[in-house]
């Protein structure tokens, strides 16, 4: 997985390549998962897809890298317990 999600390092210019994916990016999801909005991100993961595989490959390319960036922040002190709880919650 680290080598795949590129241990966190995802940029505002990393998106999706699928596409039916419309500029969908890492930390536009790090952004909401870490305030907890469960709702908008639904939103965006549905605007910024057109079907089931695009839904997927958001899910892929976007949604776990976040998460990944999530742990890596926790890891590196950046972020406390509670809120990496809040965004894995977020994203369940």
Known sequence: LASRYGRG???DEQTSDQPGILSLTVDQ???KL??????EIAQLLSRSTSSPMDL???LED???PAL???????????IDVYQEHLCTNTAI
Not at 34 to 39: D, Q, R, S, V, W
Not at 68 to 78: C, I, N, P, S
């Open 9 to 11: 390092k995802a940029t």
């Open 62 to 64: 976007c949604l776990v």
């Open 56 to 58: 997927i490959s958001a």
């Open 29 to 31: 999801l790090l952004s």
């Open 34 to 39: 870490l305030k907890g909005k469960a709702f």
């Open 68 to 78: 990944w960036k999530v742990g890596e922040m926790w890891r590196a002190d950046q």
